[in-house]
């Protein structure tokens, strides 16, 4: 079997080669980190969006995002009653409060949500089950996939055990379970009726909610609904479909922070570093051989072959080094996901932009060390 020039010299210094190895799957690693933190905060902060059961968003247009909400008056959701195909309208409550570690007796930030039970609004097995259970006063369902600063309270509760702690210096009880997940904008989640909401939060007016859910009847356009209530209704609310609410939320997170910005410039800086590690290694290789090429050249083999041989090395490089990064990304993955309960996970789509980008950054490299071949005179040798 004929063994490509290109491998015969990236194998004959083995060292060389595990080390240029070595610096691609760092890069990639690099470049899967950054991407998968970036795509994990999208995620984490629309799981609590996309859980909502509704067709039509209001929320004040001097809201943020989850974490930055701002209240509306509830009669804005009350007048879209007035719209036809309105089937049904319903309120949320948000606000963060102080979690008391029941057994630390530690305290942590925790977002509580409160709706009327009577009709549900989340999509979350947890919540259809308890419906009931949150209607009792102080109760509330703790989010089993909160990070673990709030305490066992997953495990103790599943063992039977009664638990009992502190939000916001009030007394309460946990009902039920049910998943939602940590996100950067809250380490845990809390859901429970409107009257255990304002028992938790006495300064809160009844009259202003947070989001107002709005369904309609099967088969309506949303978008023909959306923009003529966004003609009727009053300037002081924000009418959005469930899509618009999603990309309301990312776009904040993408654009407004400089996390966003971080994990992409992470990213980058991971292509680049690849890049300068394997122009090194290929410039090398080239220095290294340059009598060989000349003595080539002097054959009859065209500078153009000589250039395919350093491109050929450039890919091989690059398909050996991403599979050792793929295999410890996947590994960093599972303990950061472990570690932050964000939902980190790989995707197909980010292992097909990794490898392309590997390939890129290869060749870029390529590129640049072939004005070395340049050098290769074959009358230097004679």
Not at 14 to 38: N, S, T, W, Y
Not at 196 to 207: A, M, Q, S
């Amino acid at each position: 079997m004929k063994i490509p020039l290109a491998w015969l010299q990236l194998s004959h210094e083995k060292m060389r080669l595990l080390v240029a190895l070595a610096g691609i799957a760092f890069a990639d690693i690099l470049m899967f980190m950054q991407m998968g933190f970036r795509d994990a905060l999208f995620a984490s902060n629309v799981t609590l969006h996309n859980s909502i059961q509704g067709d039509i968003f209001l929320i004040s247009p001097q809201s943020q995002a989850t974490i930055a909400m701002k209240s509306f008056p509830s009669r804005r959701l009350y007048q879209s009653i007035a719209f036809d195909g309105v089937k049904s309208i319903r309120g949320i409550y948000m606000d963060f409060g102080l979690w008391k570690n029941p057994q630390t007796r530690e305290t942590r930030s925790v977002l509580v949500i409160g709706f009327n039970p009577t009709d549900n609004v989340f999509n979350l097995s947890g919540v259809t089950s308890n419906l009931d259970t949150i209607k009792m006063p102080d109760v509330v369902l703790f989010d089993d996939s909160s990070r673990p600063e709030y305490g066992p309270i997953a495990e103790e509760f599943n063992q039977g055990k009664e638990i009992t702690t502190e939000v916001k210096e009030r007394r309460i009880r946990v009902g039920g379970l049910f998943t939602l997940g940590a996100s950067f904008a809250a380490d845990g989640n809390v859901i429970t009726s409107d009257l255990n909401f304002f028992r938790l939060f006495p300064d809160r007016h009844r009259g202003l909610i947070d989001i107002g859910l709005i369904e309609l009847e099967p088969g309506l356009d949303v978008e023909i609904v959306v923009e003529k209530m966004r003609r009727e209704l009053s300037k002081d609310v924000l009418v959005l479909s469930k899509e618009e609410f999603v990309n309301w939320e990312k776009a904040y997170w993408q654009s407004s922070t400089a996390i966003g910005f971080i994990f992409t410039l992470g990213s980058a800086m991971g292509f680049i570093v690849g890049t300068v590690i394997v122009y090194q290694i290929l410039y090398t290789d080239v220095a290294d051989h340059l009598p060989e090429y000349a003595t080539l050249k002097a054959m009859g083999y065209k500078t153009s072959y000589l250039l395919i041989v350093v491109f050929q090395e450039a890919i091989i490089l690059a398909i050996l080094g991403y599979f050792p990064g793929y295999g410890l990304a996947l590994g960093l993955y599972s303990l950061t996901k472990n570690a932050t309960s964000l939902p980190i996970a790989m995707s197909l789509a980010r292992a097909v932009t990794v490898l392309i980008l590997t390939i890129i950054m290869c060749c870029i490299s390529g590129a640049i060390a072939i004005g070395k071949l340049q050098a290769a005179d074959p009358a230097d040798i004679f």
